[in-house]
């Protein structure tokens, strides 16, 4: 979407700067052509949206426009999910604490993925106290693919094992599916050893093919080719469904195989959300140039303290001076909040700077520091925009102390 001086002025002057802005119809393209690079090898497959990547109402209505499930780790997304509308057999329930909320959508019928023997140890129970009612679960696995550190979530093979034990007494409770997630782990051949290894896991623990199995996520998603050069290679979907899709039926062939899900968050929708801001001020101090913007680290999120994220810049109208080098830095008062590094380019105060790729990790993990968050729109599919969430006030960041 090109975004032009007058489209930014009537954005900004009906929403306020800095603004988050959604792509919805390039947002749901992007998640069918994720849907169809898997299902063009395997029939059964099926996204679950990691709500804790961005749990903006609308955006989690869109994902079930395109008829996934939820992925939610605790009580508040757990109910979002509910009120935007997901049945309980719609919810997949993560997490290694998942409280009484979890207990509730037990019972109520989500799909809860077992984090811990702990946590089976209670459902047992809870299963034993409602004898007349019939539970299913899936148990987080916690498998080696090359990571190179040990995860602290899901269990082992000795813990599987012992899962498996547990719950053979209890009458109505069935394990029905395995589910595993690594991060930092991007590669396709990561992927495919993900893969092969849950194959394994499932052959072993099951009589016959179970009714799913969850690779959670951790895929490069699609992204700009400025941020795609900052790594190494970038699998596309279709590499990842050549690594996956295509061994579950290669696997299962002959059989009725199991659902294959996978928890896509940052992957479906970092690149379709970008910050809009505005230059403050420019200065030069000993010889280094600084651009103080209206917006922040915590704005935009971790991402930009690891990467260069795409940047644009459009002329508030002001002239511009040209810049080598110049640190693109936020409202705070720290030192880091640094949100581009050496930028150079044609700037002035009174310009717009919009930041790519900032959907993931952005407004949910926004701290209440120093100044309430901004804004957040979508451009809609019929080409207009709307509220997604209103600028916050210093009032709700302070309603909760004791005064
Ligand atoms: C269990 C689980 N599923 C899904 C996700 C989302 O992964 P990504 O943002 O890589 O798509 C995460 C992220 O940490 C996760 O822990």
């Given at each position: 979407?090109?975004?032009?001086?007058?489209?930014?002025?009537?954005?900004?002057?009906?929403?306020?700067?800095?603004?988050?802005?959604?792509?919805?119809?390039?947002?749901?393209?992007?998640?069918?052509?994720?849907?169809?690079?898997?299902?063009?090898y395997?029939?059964?497959?099926?996204?679950?949206?990691?709500?804790?990547?961005?749990?903006?109402?609308?955006?989690?209505?869109?994902?079930?426009?395109i008829?996934?499930?939820?992925?939610?780790?605790?009580?508040?997304?757990?109910?979002?999910?509910k009120?935007?509308?997901?049945?309980?057999?719609?919810?997949?329930?993560?997490?290694?604490?998942?409280?009484?909320?979890?207990?509730?959508?037990?019972?109520?019928?989500?799909?809860?993925?077992?984090?811990?023997?702990?946590?089976?140890?209670?459902?047992?129970a809870?299963?034993?106290?409602?004898?007349?009612?019939?539970?299913?679960?899936?148990?987080?696995?916690?498998?080696?693919?090359?990571?190179?550190?040990?995860?602290?979530?899901?269990?082992?093979?000795?813990?599987?094992?012992?899962?498996?034990?547990?719950?053979?007494?209890?009458?109505?409770?069935?394990?029905?599916?395995?589910?595993?997630?690594?991060?930092?782990?991007?590669?396709?051949?990561?992927?495919?050893?993900?893969?092969?290894t849950?194959?394994?896991?499932?052959?072993?623990?099951?009589?016959?093919?179970?009714?799913?199995?969850?690779?959670?996520?951790?895929?490069?998603?699609?992204?700009?080719?400025a941020?795609?050069?900052q790594?190494?290679?970038?699998?596309?979907?279709?590499?990842?469904?050549?690594?996956?899709?295509?061994?579950?039926?290669?696997?299962?062939?002959?059989?009725?195989?199991?659902?294959?899900?996978?928890?896509?968050?940052?992957?479906?929708?970092?690149?379709?959300?970008?910050?809009?801001?505005?230059?403050?001020?420019?200065?030069?101090?000993?010889?280094?140039?600084?651009?103080?913007?209206?917006?922040?680290?915590?704005?935009?999120?971790?991402?930009?303290?690891?990467?260069?994220?795409?940047?644009r810049?459009?002329?508030?109208?002001?002239?511009?001076?040209?810049?080598?080098?110049?640190?693109?830095?936020?409202?705070?008062?720290?030192?880091?909040?640094?949100?581009?590094?050496?930028?150079?380019?044609?700037?002035?105060?009174g310009?717009?700077?919009?930041?790519?790729?900032?959907?993931?990790?952005?407004?949910?993990?926004?701290?209440?520091?120093?100044?309430?968050?901004?804004?957040?729109?979508?451009?809609?599919?019929?080409?207009?925009?709307?509220?997604?969430?209103?600028?916050?006030?210093?009032?709700?960041?302070?309603?909760?102390?004791?005064?």
């Amino acid at each position: 979407m090109h975004l032009t001086r007058e489209r930014l002025d009537a954005l900004t002057e009906r929403f306020g700067c800095p603004l988050y802005l959604f792509e919805e119809a390039a947002f749901l393209e992007n998640a069918r052509r994720l849907e169809q690079a898997m299902q063009s090898y395997y029939g059964k497959y099926r996204i679950a949206y990691s709500f804790k990547t961005n749990y903006t109402p609308y955006i989690c209505r869109s994902v079930q426009e395109i008829g996934a499930y939820a992925e939610v780790v605790s009580g508040m997304e757990y109910e979002l999910a509910k009120r935007i509308g997901f049945s309980d057999g719609e919810i997949l329930f993560n997490g290694p604490c998942k409280g009484e909320a979890g207990e509730a959508a037990f019972l109520s019928g989500s799909m809860l993925q077992v984090d811990s023997l702990d946590e089976l140890a209670r459902l047992c129970a809870l299963a034993g106290e409602h004898p007349a009612q019939q539970f299913r679960i899936g148990l987080r696995v916690n498998i080696d693919v090359g990571q190179g550190f040990v995860s602290r979530f899901g269990l082992d093979e000795a813990g599987l094992a012992q899962a498996f034990r547990m719950v053979s007494p209890v009458p109505n409770l069935t394990v029905i599916g395995l589910h595993c997630h690594i991060s930092r782990c991007r590669s396709q051949a990561a992927w495919r050893a993900r893969m092969e290894t849950m194959l394994a896991l499932a052959d072993r623990f099951f009589d016959g093919p179970p009714a799913y199995l969850n690779l959670g996520s951790g895929m490069f998603g699609s992204m700009e080719p400025a941020l795609a050069s900052q790594f190494d290679h970038v699998p596309d979907y279709e590499d990842y469904a050549l690594a996956t899709a295509a061994l579950m039926t290669e696997h299962y062939r002959g059989q009725e195989g199991p659902w294959l899900i996978t928890e896509p968050g940052t992957t479906l929708v970092s690149r379709y959300v970008d910050c809009i801001s505005r230059v403050q001020a420019i200065k030069t101090v000993r010889g280094r140039h600084f651009a103080v913007l209206d917006t922040g680290i915590h704005v935009l999120g971790e991402t930009c303290t690891l990467k260069q994220l795409p940047v644009r810049v459009v002329s508030g109208g002001r002239p511009q001076q040209r810049y080598d080098a110049i640190d693109l830095t936020g409202y705070t008062c720290l030192e880091q909040d640094v949100m581009f590094r050496a930028f150079s380019g044609q700037l002035a105060v009174g310009d717009y700077v919009i930041f790519g790729n900032v959907g993931g990790y952005s407004n949910v993990l926004k701290p209440p520091f120093i100044q309430p968050n901004c804004a957040m729109a979508a451009h809609t599919d019929r080409d207009d925009y709307v509220l997604m969430k209103r600028a916050e006030t210093g009032e709700d960041l302070l309603r909760t102390y004791v005064f």
